[in-house]
């Protein structure tokens, strides 16, 4: 089972430049959501989506953006990428928004931004 | 004061050893606590949800006291394996929503 799916895995950005991080789930849940995760913190929580057609800002969604593409995928993108972005991106997905159940994380996609 | 903290540790544990973590957590009103597993570079997985009334799975037991607003996770007969970072996860709400809040973690080595 593949069950969620990030790419890349890792990327090298300069000051400025942007990108977009994929998501994928294979399990028919509901929610998903972008985190991020930086030393000594816990994760943080960027965008979420509690369903298909639906996004919400997080606790840090400055310089970021999200587009829940269909139930399967959800993508963030940075537009104009700053330093303050170097961090390890984690997506998660859950059954619904409405379940305080478990989380399934992604691998991470550990950014760079020069 | 954070939502959820978690001493960061590390603690440093030979093989065999019992090992116990607390979380502590700042709103009465949280609904469902769990504790994550991550290892080095890895992404975090549940290890164990927290009931209330308490739970065992193997060698790991997790305690919730709803009263001093804390839940613990204990390791018994600790092994190489269980080196990791362990984050405390509360998920706390009320019925316009809930959100999932993380500690920061808890960084274990067991030595051999």
Known sequence: ?114 | RKEVEQDPGPFNVPEGATVAFNCTYSNSASQSFFWYRQDCRKEPKLLMSVYSSGNEDGRFTAQLNRASQYISLLIRDSKLSDSATYLCVVNMGNTGGFKTIFGAGTRLFVKA
């Open chain 1, 1 to 114: 089972n593949a069950g969620v799916t990030q790419t890349p895995k890792f990327q090298v950005l300069k000051t400025g430049q942007s990108m977009t991080l994929q998501c994928a789930q294979d399990m028919n849940h509901n929610s998903m959501y972008w985190y991020r995760q930086d030393p000594g913190m816990g994760l943080r929580l960027i965008y979420y989506s509690a369903s298909e057609g639906t996004t919400d800002k997080g606790e840090v969604p400055n310089g970021y953006n999200v587009s829940r593409l269909n139930k399967r995928e959800f993508s963030l993108r940075l537009e104009s990428a700053a330093p303050s972005q170097t961090s390890v991106y984690f997506c998660a997905s859950r059954l619904a928004g409405t379940d305080t159940g478990e989380l399934f994380f992604g691998e991470g996609s550990r950014l760079t931004v020069l």
